[in-house]
């Protein structure tokens, strides 16, 4: 017989068989009616057959409770369910469960219901991985199998109450108490979401006013998403967009925003340190492999405000200003950002705090490593808000300069940062506080001084902020460059070069004529934040060239000695190194020499408690050694550099000071009476009475109308130190 005639006879006698079992099933609905329907429903093998055959279209492993058949609709308490191993469904629990059977689906091989409601379900989703997944074990089949349905297919679901976890990127999001509707397209479900609230690790959490999102074996398609920022802010947020499931993990989405809070949009470790609000388009994309992130944005900030950031707040600490370590701009700012190759790129990011700062920066981030790297350009830094108070002389001048900053920056304690800022044409106002215990003598700086140079060298480096090279110029005032640091413990050090060209400009009137020459020296210098006169170091201060014209003691000894050339003395040195330690001031150097006519060597202490102690050498010429008898080979009795020299000890108080060349010098006198009356010759008898101690007492009344009166004499004034 031929082929095509048996195969057309065995599907006429397949039809006929079909026929009759149809008919035969639809007698017995006929005349047994409901009551075997609901029998056959309630059974429980009927329950372990259906909680299988949607297990298997469902791909997980789980169980109806017991069901109840009323009409068409069966109802159960529970289905609840785990998913199968490498299947995308981690778990579903649903609870009060009403199911409306529709038979048609019998004529489709489906188990069809139209509507499925749930009161409330909670569901598991996870990333598939198909190394994972096992072999369905196929039992022994009935002999009615092939009339059974062999699909799962429903029409609605309905949850009004539902959470929904899912993973992305490493993390677990939810969808919590949202109102969840579902169909099937195929063997794959679109979802449907209203209310509710969208919730992932680190952001707050999202209210959601309406979500459309179809998952395939192979994808997860966002069709789209209407989100809203937390109760009581007014953030809006559009979503569209893909995420690939198994082998293809790419990412492609396109989100606009609205006046929405910046935080979800950060790296995790950056979210603490940036707030305010964006407003713009930005697409987001990740290549096959899951990683690979690039995209593109415009964005507007608004409210745009760093804060709490390791850095910032150290180098607030110098001018211990707490407000320094939260900067808001006032104006929005334009973000428009390239996300390439893993690494997020800012061009150009210009702010302004008012009061504090104003800066354009370029930005990049490493997403994968967590390191940034910042180059700004300081546009306008006012210098007197990030001094320290002690410090804040310098006024009307603004920083500019360049700032490099490279790090992590959740570990930026680690972070470094280099830099060069300029404040050129600052005004120094009144830099060192007038002296007025010195009186007329006091020194009378400019009330104001322009810097024709300032820069200052800087880097960051284990949170310790170091000053490589700081150069303050103002012209024929002073010429100042040093170094320094300032680390955790506040504690500043400074080694600072000074130079004054012409000390006379900074001299009281009465002093101008008097003292000449050129100022220099060093400071190394260490004290609690700027407090200086509680630190501890030490220096030079040398006068280069110095000139001591017509002084007192100058006028003396010329008229002394009948020479006018002590009326002007030159110095070849005059310099002190000093030191301060425990307290006390150390002069360890003394060396001031003017050729052939004066020198003072050797070194002086005087404690905190005004103590002095020291022993020091005063040279003289022969010529002015002549009216004591024997100088040269009794007190001064040391010759070198053309001078005689004499070793005097200091001692007592500043109050009270003492020194033992006088007493020396009387003794001496008193050896050759006609020296004495030589002296007395001279007219200096004012000066023999103190030597000899024969002036009149004070209370002495006789004595005063009888005695010349004493001729005061000037008392030595000492540096003040600021």
Known sequence: MPKKRRWFRVILFCLIGLFLLLSAAGLVLYFKGPDWMEQTVESEGFRKMLSKEVSKSLKV?????????????????????????????????????????????????????????????????????????????????PWYAFLMPTEFHVNWIECPTADVDFPLGGLTGGLKDVHLGATMIGQNF????????????????????????????????????????????????QLTGSMGQRQDKSIDAQVKVDAFEIDPFLPEEVRPLLSGLVTGDFAYKVDKSGKNASGTGQLTWTGAGLGDWGPLNDVARIPGNKELTQLEAKEAIELNYTLDDQIFKLPELEFTAMGKVRFKSSVEYDLEKQTAKLNASLQDMPISVWLPKELQTITDAMIQGTVEWTGSVEQWQSSTASGKLDFSGATVDNPVTTI????????????????????????????????????????????????????????????????FPSVESWLPEVLKKQLKGTLRGNVDWSAPRVRLEEGQGGGTIALDDA???????????????????????????????????????????????????????????????????????????????????????TIFDQEKKGLFWADVELSGTTQKFEQNLVPRVKKQIEKHPVALAGLVGKGISWWLGDVLGTAPEVGDETKEKKAKPVRPRPTPHRPHMR
Do not use: C
């Open 547 to 633: 000139v001591l014209a017509d002084f007192e003691f100058q006028q003396f000894i010329a008229r002394f000695l009948k020479d006018d050339s002590w009326l002007n003395l030159s110095f070849d040195t005059m310099e002190i190194d000093w030191k301060r330690e425990d307290n006390a001031v150390v002069a360890r150097r003394i060396d001031l020499f003017a050729p052939g006519k004066a020198g003072l060597t050797g070194s002086v202490r005087v404690s905190g408690s005004g103590d002095v102690s020291g022993d020091v050498q005063v040279g003289l010429p022969a010529s002015a050694l002549e009216w004591l008898p024997d100088a040269t080979t």
């Open 436 to 499: 007025a215990s010195l009186g007329k003598y006091a020194p009378r700086f400019p009330a104001e001084v322009d810097l024709t140079q300032g820069t200052l060298d800087f880097n960051y480096d284990q949170r310790v902020i170091k000053a490589k090279k700081l150069v303050l110029n103002a012209r024929d005032f002073f010429e100042v460059e040093g170094s320094g640091s300032w680390g955790l413990d506040d504690q500043l050090n400074v080694d600072v070069h000074f130079r």
């Open 61 to 141: 492993r789980g169980e109806f409770a017991p069901l109840k058949l009323d009409g068409w609709k069966a109802k159960t308490a529970s289905y609840e369910s785990t998913g199968e191993p490498g299947q995308a469904i981690g778990s579903l629990d649903a609870y009060g469960i009403e199911g409306t059977f529709d038979p048609s689906g019998i004529f489709k091989s489906q188990w069809l219901l139209s509507l499925i409601k749930v009161d409330k379900g909670k569901f598991v989703l996870r990333e598939p991985n198909d190394a994972l997944k096992q072999p369905e074990k196929e039992g022994k089949k």
């Open 190 to 237: 679109k979802y449907y979401v209203k209310n509710g609230s969208l919730e992932f690790p680190g952001f707050a959490p999202l209210q959601v006013d309406a979500l459309g999102v179809y998952v395939t074996r192979n994808i997860v398609q966002v069709d789209y998403a209407y989100l809203r920022a937390p109760k009581g802010d007014q953030g809006k947020l």
